[in-house]
């Protein structure tokens, strides 16, 4: 019979030997004492900021934009819309809602028919257009939606001022039978990017 031995005990001890050498180096800061300069960590010293030129403004982390704004996805697209696209009931999102959230799932009923739309915002939305690309998906451009938009079976992409959204539509017909209601439902999140 084999045994499991955890994995700190078959590297011989070097995980917990490392565990403790880093406790032992952090622990000036822990329980007061100074560190190799002479310094009281533990005093609220602020981290050292490597100078910069006359000529190269110096930025701090708060001082940076984000790239994205927050984006609720369930505002994008609205169940009653999710519903119209995909012709059938649609249950309300699990998650509970909130300012950031980048997903937004509308499932059909468990009786049927299949039905489920998706909306993502934000890098995962992009991620999923660059994905497609590589894997040689058909994207078809959409003429007058947003700054950019695309669209393939069941699925449609968008951007606006550099914010990436993208519908997806899964249903058991044709994606043909759908083009045309998610290319609307691609006009309607870009109005709302």
Known sequence: M?????????????????????AGLGGCALFGGTDADGDDPAAGSQPTVAATSDDEPSVTPEQVAP??????????????EAEKLAGTRLAEPAEPPAPDRSSCTYTGPPTGPTAQVEVYVGDGAKKFLDIDRELGHKLTPISGVGDESYAEDGTVFVSKGGLW???????????????KALESAAATVAGRL
């Open 2 to 22: 084999t045994h499991l031995v955890p994995v700190w005990r078959r590297a011989g001890g070097t995980v917990a030997a490392a565990v403790l050498a880093l």
């Open 67 to 80: 790239a994205t704004t927050a984006v609720d996805a369930c505002t994008l697209l609205t169940r009653q």
């Open 165 to 179: 959204a993208c519908v997806r539509l899964v249903r058991t017909e044709d994606p043909a039978v759908y083009r």
